[in-house]
């Protein structure tokens, strides 16, 4: 299976932890580190860790770019990234050990209309060299929902697998596109069918929606919950181990992408994927950067994942 990740809105995530933040307050963070990174750079990182050749794009600013092809040649990712002016942007990523994940994302570069018109131009070949391009993260200013959505339906009619990973507005639209698969968190689930989910039940049914618009592989999310994974051979449900030591929950949401994406080109069943999936997410939560550090550990995870189906 050849395989692109595409990341249109990049960023530097600056990662930190503390106890809790104190609003209006000088708060001392525990420093994790500065990484390239981007939710589709963040599946790639994964994938190349697995093992998998892969190719990545979208848009870079010239200016500070050196970071991310360091760490394209160090992960022995294809860099198919379509240069602009300007910087990439930086996101700070707080772990607070009480909470949740607090996220600062600042604005970054500003694509233009000749910008966006020669990255679609280049993404109309895609078929000669993928297979299945997954699409991850926000859009940069410049790129509306409107020309995401028919951007994403021209990958669509060129015959790829797009797997769809995005929220908000670009969401909404682009589940308009005929992605392949989507992996909304609970949470963005409730806003795509405004309502409150309060059991797996309505979780089920809000998910089938989706199915219903044409969407063939329907995955939510739900933290330390699991997932649930609709498609044509019904639903299942994963239960993850219980994590102990959380040092960072930033990346595993992508690290399930990745997990989801390396089943798919190894032609594993259903379950099989799920489980490595899971585990892969899993696996995230305990270290402070976005990869795998040992393949092994995700495979003793993989063991403990209960898979139900319902």
């Given at each position: 299976m050849r395989i692109?990740?595409?990341?249109?809105?990049?960023?530097?995530?600056?990662?930190?932890?503390?106890?809790?933040?104190?609003?209006?307050?000088?708060?001392?963070?525990?420093t994790l580190g500065l990484y390239p990174?981007?939710?589709?750079?963040?599946?790639?990182?994964?994938?190349?860790?697995?093992?998998?050749?892969?190719?990545v794009t979208g848009f870079l600013g010239e200016e500070n770019q050196g970071y991310f092809v360091n760490a394209f040649k160090q992960n022995g990712l294809n860099d198919e990234?379509?240069?602009i002016q300007g910087k990439t942007r930086i996101n700070v990523k707080i772990t607070e050990t009480e909470a949740d994940v607090?996220?600062?994302?600042f604005l970054g570069f500003e694509?233009?209309?000749?910008n966006w018109e020669n990255f679609v131009a280049q993404s109309s070949q895609w078929k000669d060299k993928f297979d299945l391009i997954a699409v991850c993260g926000s859009l940069p200013r410049g790129v509306n929902p409107e020309q995401f959505a028919e951007w994403l339906e021209s990958l669509h009619q060129q015959g790829l697998k797009v797997v769809l990973d995005t929220s908000n507005a670009a969401l909404t639209s682009g589940l308009t596109a005929h992605p392949?698969?989507?992996k909304p968190n609970r949470r963005e689930l409730e806003v795509l069918v405004d309502r409150s989910l309060n059991s797996t039940e309505e979780i089920i049914d809000a998910a089938q929606q989706l199915r219903n618009q044409g969407i063939e592989n329907v995955i939510i999310s739900?933290?330390?919950?699991?997932?649930?994974?609709?498609?044509?051979?019904?639903?299942?449900?994963?239960?993850?181990?219980r994590c102990e030591n959380v040092v960072s929950t930033v990346g595993a949401g992508d690290s399930m992408v990745a997990g989801l994406i390396y089943g798919f080109s190894q032609d594993w069943n259903k379950s099989q994927i799920l489980k490595f999936a899971s585990a892969t997410s899993a696996n995230a939560v305990a270290q402070s950067n976005v990869g795998v550090e040992d393949r092994k550990v995700?495979?003793?995870l993989a063991e403990q994942v209960k898979i139900t189906e319902l």
């Open positions: 692109a990740t595409v990341t249109l809105n990049p960023a530097f995530d600056l990662v930190g932890r503390l106890k809790r933040i104190e609003i209006g307050e000088v708060n001392t963070v525990e990174a981007g939710k589709g750079i963040n599946v790639a990182k994964v994938l190349a860790d697995l093992g998998t050749n892969l190719a990234f379509y240069r607090t996220d600062l994302n694509i233009s209309a000749q392949w698969l989507i739900m933290g330390e919950k699991g997932s649930l994974w609709l498609n044509n051979e019904g639903v299942l449900q994963a239960q993850p181990p995700i495979d003793a």
